[in-house]
């Protein structure tokens, strides 16, 4: 298994609503990241997880939180996101010295 | 801190070959990364470069010079699928795993 997998694919939450991204991979890696991306820009790095601790956060306002259960799963739970916060939001993985893997994103709007 | 410059937008023909060059300058390096993208779609792994030279991969070729803070992806024998946004991205050796992208170059393949 050589994929980062993303689900939903796509979402679409009131500013009020709970909801939580989740992302799988299979490959042994022990680097996992959260990246979003807005039309037209590069990824924006969020979060880094390394062996299931958290070791960057970008500064990412608290209604965006990580949570990384093993060292297969990445979840990053949303609560109370502005329409501004709309964009795809794509989980990464990597071992420590090889390519990142990029998962195909969730198309996240806030309404 | 990382600077990393690419042009915005490039166009060539079908079979013609198309250089995308990048620029950076980081406290830290610890490697570039060139990435595909189509538009709405997951960043697709081109290519790593950590040592100076021409590391090639079929169609693409990718060069570094870390005395310059200079790379560039080389695209030879163009598809129209190579139509596509290519990001640099590069890693910071001071923050492990933190990928940092340039804002990337729309290449355009005409037939």
């Known amino acids: 298994d050589t994929e980062v997998t993303q689900t939903p694919k796509h979402l679409v939450m009131g500013m009020t609503n709970k909801k939580s991204l989740k992302c799988e991979q299979h490959m042994g890696h022990r680097a996992m990241y959260w990246y979003k991306q807005k039309a037209k820009k590069p990824p924006e790095l969020m979060f880094v997880y390394s062996y299931e601790k958290l070791s960057i956060n970008e500064s990412v306002p608290s209604r965006f939180s990580p949570e990384c259960p093993n060292s297969s799963l990445l979840n990053l739970h949303l609560h109370a996101l502005q329409p501004e916060d709309s964009a795809l939001y794509l989980c990464?993985?990597?071992?420590?010295?090889?390519?990142?893997?990029f998962g195909s994103g969730t198309r996240l709007t806030v309404v | 801190g990382q600077n990393i410059d690419q042009p915005t937008e490039m166009t060539a023909t079908e079979g013609a070959i198309v250089q995308i060059n990048c620029t950076y300058q980081?406290?830290?390096?610890?490697?570039l990364f060139w990435y595909q993208q189509h538009a709405g779609e997951a960043p697709t792994f081109l290519s790593y470069?950590?040592?100076?030279g021409l590391e090639e991969k079929g169609r693409f070729s990718s060069f570094l010079s870390r005395s310059k803070g200079y790379s560039y992806l080389l695209l030879k024998e163009l598809q129209m699928k190579d139509s596509a946004s290519y990001l640099c991205a590069v890693r910071d050796r001071d923050s492990w795993g933190k990928l940092q992208f340039g804002a990337g170059t729309q290449v355009v393949v005409t037939p």
């Open positions: 470069n950590v040592l100076d």
């Open positions: 980081t406290s830290g390096f610890n490697g």
């Open positions: 990464a993985s990597s071992r420590s010295t090889e390519e990142y893997t």
